[in-house]
C-alpha cells in the first residue's frame, strides 16, 4: 500500500469498525430489506476508499449518512429505470420480445446511460431527455420546464459537451 493511501485506509477502516453496524442498521429501517442494507453498506465504505474528504469528516455516522443517501438514492432511480423497462416489455407480444440475453444487454446500456445524465443538472438532464426521448421541439421544452428558450438552448449545449467529453 503506498504510503499517502495509508491514512485514507486507515480512517476507513476505523469507520468501518465503529460505524457499520449501525450504517447497516440505518440503511434497513429505510430500505426495509437485510440484503439490500448489507449491499449498500458495503458500498459506501468502498465508496469511502476513493475520496480523500473522508479524512476531513467531523461526524463520521453524518458523512456515512450522507454518502449512503447517494448510494441509495441511485439503487431507487435504478429500480424504477429497471421497473419501467419491465412494463415496457410486458406489453410486447412474446414472439417479438427480446431474449433474456437482449434484455439484459439493454438494461445495462440503460443504467450506464441512466448514471452519465445524473451527472448533469436536472433542468439540463430533463431538457436533453424530452427532446431525445420524447423528441419535443425546443419551443415545446421551455413551455413544460417554464424557461425561456434561451435557456433550453444554453441547456441543450450543456448536454451535448458532456456527451461529446465522454466519447472522448
Given at each position: ?6 491514512p485514507l485506509h ?23 430489506c437485510h440484503e ?69 444487454l439493454v438494461l ?61
Amino acid at each position: 500500500m503506498p504510503a499517502l493511501d495509508a491514512p485514507l485506509h486507515a480512517a476507513v477502516s476505523d469507520l468501518y469498525q465503529h460505524h457499520h453496524g449501525w450504517l447497516q442498521g440505518w440503511l434497513r429501517r429505510r430500505l426495509g430489506c437485510h440484503e439490500q442494507a448489507a449491499d449498500l453498506a458495503q458500498d459506501t465504505f468502498t465508496r469511502l476508499l476513493g475520496s480523500r474528504r473522508v479524512l476531513e469528516a467531523r461526524e463520521p455516522r453524518a458523512y456515512l449518512a450522507t454518502v449512503a443517501k447517494g448510494l441509495m438514492i441511485n439503487w431507487f432511480q435504478r429500480q424504477s429505470l429497471e421497473r419501467a423497462y419491465l412494463e415496457a416489455l410486458a406489453s410486447i407480444p412474446e414472439e417479438l420480445a427480446p431474449s433474456p440475453e437482449q434484455r439484459y444487454l439493454v438494461l445495462e446500456t440503460l443504467h450506464e446511460i441512466d448514471t452519465l445524465l445524473s451527472r448533469l443538472p436536472d433542468p439540463v438532464r430533463q431538457a436533453f431527455l424530452l427532446a431525445q426521448v420524447e423528441g419535443l421541439k425546443y419551443e415545446a421544452i421551455a413551455e413544460r420546464l417554464g424557461v425561456s428558450l434561451g435557456s433550453v438552448k444554453r441547456y441543450m449545449q450543456q448536454a451535448f459537451r458532456h456527451c461529446l467529453e465522454l466519447m472522448e
